[in-house]
């Protein structure tokens, strides 16, 4: 713990000082408030499992317990990192070549028992593969649902949800191993301007259906286009992975309400009871020639 702090890998007031805005504490709150609302509002292998629990009440009591895991789970994970940090600078640092992204591997293969370090890689592919299993039919049923049966006059076939599936497995394969062959350093960095880029500005689309009355398709798509681009070149300025959530957050909530306003007449029926202002209300769908 001494050595941690002396190297400066716990908070100290340095973290609040306003010279260095984008790295300090307050904004890296606000940065994975974004990205943590990006993960509970509009990822769809999270959003299914909401549809799991029978009730509102239920669907509150399993985030109440996934705050507190997070509690929990969140500095094991830090603290992995600080110990593992200790233990090479203690041992002269990591060999040349090694790529710090890859350190808790390279710790497994080269300092554990032979049986502890496979147990403990089965777990992590296991960990892993619940997880891209559930992301990959979140894939696959929004290719389905949201595209194809929406805009094809005949429904998916099952057949049809695997290859869905298979290309999204590929292609997941191919970003690892390219991420691989290019010995990809801060990956969690890379991880976090990602979801930035591309996540962050659906939850921006979110907060617009709930909180107002007047988003529509038109300020939607060119809010998510315009928050695409802000949020990329906010990563060039190479100030973190918050100020691409950030960025990507603002400027597409504020540019998608701006152009909803231009084109509010395009709206044909009424939203209220899809936002917070009609949440007692009973929503009634468009009659099918207005859909048209």
């Known amino acids: 713990m001494s050595h941690a702090a002396s190297e400066g890998k716990f908070y100290s007031s340095q973290n609040f000082a306003t010279d260095a805005i984008f ?24 959003v299914q499992r909401y549809q799991t629990t029978p009730t509102i009440q239920a669907t509150k009591k399993s985030l109440i317990v996934n705050g507190i895991l997070a509690l929990v789970t969140i500095p094991l994970f830090y603290g992995m990192g600080t110990a593992l940090y200790n233990f090479y600078e203690a041992k002269g640092g990591l060999p040349e070549g090694v790529n710090t992204s890859a350190v808790v591997p390279y710790f497994i293969l080269s300092e554990l028992p032979a049986g502890i370090a496979g147990l403990i890689i089965a777990a992590i592919l296991a960990a892993a593969q619940s997880t891209i299993s559930s992301s990959l039919n979140s894939i696959s049923a929004c290719v389905v649902v949201d595209i194809y049966n929406r805009f094809s006059d005949k429904q998916a076939s099952v057949m049809f949800s695997r290859i869905v599936i298979i290309i999204a497995g590929i292609f997941g394969v191919g970003v690892a191993l390219y991420l691989v062959a290019t010995n990809q350093s ?6 976090l301007s990602i979801t930035g880029l591309f996540g962050v500005p659906l939850t921006a689309v979110f907060a617009l259906g709930i909180f107002t009355k007047t988003a529509n ?3 939607v798509l060119i809010g998510l286009a315009l928050g695409a681009v802000a949020a990329f070149f906010a990563g060039k300025m190479g100030q973190g992975p918050f100020l691409v959530s950030t960025v990507a957050f603002v400027v597409t909530l504020v540019a998608g309400y701006v152009v909803s306003l231009i084109f509010t007449s395009r709206h044909t029926h009424d939203i209220t009871a899809l936002t917070i202002y009609g949440k007692d209300q009973e929503y009634i769908r468009r009659a099918p020639a207005l859909a048209k």
């Open 186 to 191: 801060d990956l969690w960095d890379l991880f």
């Open 217 to 219: 398709s038109h300020g």
């Open 23 to 46: 790295t300090s504490i307050p904004f890296i709150f606000i940065g994975s408030i974004l990205n943590s609302l990006h993960q509970y509002t509009s990822s769809q292998d999270v």
